[in-house]
């Protein structure tokens, strides 16, 4: 009797925990499904709806904090689904505490996630701080990384303090630790001080073409601690802020106009007359140019040389980029070498005479001292044979 009551209590509580699993079960099954189902909906129907309803507005910025925070609440959403799940579960009190500690900073760094987003320097919230206050591109991507560091820090700070751990009491007790750090990131500070100094006095902007000791090419990008200039080769360059801060720097994109300096050298065998013309023709010819900056246009006989006669010419472009000016570069020598031509003048290029002294009366000396003497000894020869 005793064996079959056990028995029976056995198989009750067997299938009481079968049962409480059950439900378990398909209460966890039931709860994912349905944020799974609302997430869905969320992306179908709610987003579409917001990106309408803020697409009929003048404001651009509406538009872009949908986009920016699209993803993280698709995440977040995901994420409370499993949160309710797993805290419908019979855990533990420290279980369940660890859980809702995971939750929580998840879900702070999801929002993170959102304003890193939308601090991009591409974003419309930037380009409408450019424009209101006048702000080089330069500028405006060294604040966004600067906000983005900035939400970054914020975020894993109150995350830190959600896990219960005390940041002023840490920062406190750095101590001698904390001096040993900031003279280790002695480069790293001057590298962003550089960076500022940069910034501050705008020698160059992104997409500008730079000369320096260090590097020549289009500046990309700079940030806290470097910047990034792609090289003609198409290599990709990292100069270290403080370098930059030091070095004289020769911005090509900023010319106004730009420089054509050279000397065409004729042969001596031209004309005075001929010379003179050649200068004036080319001098209008410059002048009417529509492509050669007004301001200064020189042309002037200026030196004998040693092998030519040398025209000097100095004068500018109206254009910077070095694709146009070679164009116009070349269009100028094509019609110098019309203009030459025209005049039959010719191209002088570096040759030296040689002459030689005559030595004829040197010669003949020798030849006649060989004559005085070698027909005597003939005529010795010959009187001999005649004997």
């Known amino acids: 009797m005793l064996k079959q009551y056990l028995n029976w209590g056995l198989n009750a509580i067997s299938d009481l925990i079968s049962h409480q699993l059950a439900r378990y079960v398909i ?32 404001n651009e910025m509406d538009d872009k904090l949908v986009a920016a925070f699209f993803r993280p609440i698709e995440w977040l959403i995901s994420l ?24 929580r900073s998840t879900t702070i760094a999801l929002i993170a996630w959102g304003f890193y987003a939308l601090a991009s320097g591409e974003s419309v919230l930037s380009r409408e701080i450019k424009e209101k206050f006048k702000i080089d591109d330069i500028l405006i991507a060294f604040l966004s990384k ?42 790293a500070l001057s590298n962003i001080f550089g960076g500022i100094v940069i910034i501050m006095e705008k020698p160059f902007s992104i997409g500008d073409w730079i000369v320096t000791p260090s590097v020549e090419g289009f500046v990309e990008d700079i ?21 930059l801060a030091k070095e ?30 050649c200068v004036l023709r080319i001098r209008e010819m410059l002048n009417n140019h529509p492509d050669v ?39 100028i020598n094509l019609k110098i070498m019309e203009i030459l031509e025209d005049m ?19 010669t003949g000396v020798k030849e006649d001292s060989v004559e005085a003497s070698y027909p005597k000894e003939t005529g010795n020869l010959d009187s001999s044979r005649a004997e």
């Open 27 to 58: 209460g966890v099954l039931l709860i994912l499904a349905l944020f799974w189902i609302i997430n869905k909906l969320v992306k179908k129907y709610l987003f579409p709806w917001m990106e309408r309803l803020t697409g009929k507005s003048e």
């Open 80 to 103: 409370t689904g499993f949160f309710m799940a797993l805290r419908y579960l019979p855990l533990s009190p420290n279980t369940d505490q660890l859980i809702l500690d995971i939750y």
């Open 146 to 187: 600067v906000v983005r560091f900035i939400i970054l820090a914020l975020a894993l700070v109150i995350i830190v303090q959600e896990w219960g751990y005390e940041v002023n009491g840490f920062i406190a007790g750095m101590g001698l630790g904390g001096l040993a750090f900031a003279l280790a990131a002695q480069d």
């Open 223 to 243: 940030n806290f601690r470097s910047t990034r200039v792609r090289a003609f080769d198409q290599s990709l360059i990292t100069v270290p802020n403080s370098t």
């Open 248 to 277: 004289a720097i020769t911005n090509y994109t900023r010319m106004g106009k730009r420089r054509i300096r050279f000397y065409l050298r004729v042969t001596y065998d031209t004309p005075r007359i001929k010379l003179e013309h």
């Open 293 to 331: 900056h007004p301001e200064t246009i020189l042309v002037y006989f200026e030196q004998f040389n040693d092998s030519s006669l040398d025209i000097f010419m100095y004068f500018f472009t109206h254009t910077t980029v070095w694709k146009e000016y070679l164009a116009v570069r070349q269009d």
């Open 344 to 362: 039959d003048i010719s191209v002088a290029f570096p040759s030296r005479s040689i002459y030689l002294e005559n030595t004829d009366t040197l």
